[in-house]
């Protein structure tokens, strides 16, 4: 199982950045994915969880609103699109499959 993270950057509060995960080594379409994050000093969260075919999806409670986690199963890829980034979302998100991490992604929000 492979994981590859991508779409993390600086970028200014309120800007939009777009998250990407490559999967591979597994039948993607079968499997729930979700995007944590971890902020320096503070344990990983949860950030979004999307079913396998992309029909139910979850938000912490702290992004909903300005983050949409998508897939594209003929891709073996999920997204997280985060639309008006706040300083707050600073952290480096990481992809997950059970029980796998991809290496994480730094996203950056600072003026």
């Known amino acids: 199982v492979q994981l590859v993270e991508s779409g993390g950057g600086l970028v200014q509060p309120g800007g939009s950045l777009r998250l990407s995960c490559a999967a591979s080594?597994?039948?993607?379409?079968?499997?729930?994915m979700k995007w944590y994050r971890q902020a320096p000093g503070k344990e990983r969260e949860l950030v979004a969880t999307?079913?396998?075919?992309?029909?139910?999806?979850n938000y912490a409670d702290s992004v909903k609103g300005r983050f949409t986690i998508s897939r594209d199963n003929a891709k073996n890829t999920v997204y997280l699109q985060m639309n008006m980034l706040k300083p707050e979302d600073t952290a480096v998100y990481y992809c997950?499959?059970?029980?796998?991490w991809g290496q994480g992604t730094q996203v950056t929000v600072s003026s």
């Open positions: 080594g597994f039948t993607f379409s079968s499997y729930i």
């Open positions: 999307i079913t396998s075919t992309g029909g139910t999806t």
């Open positions: 997950y499959r059970f029980p796998f």
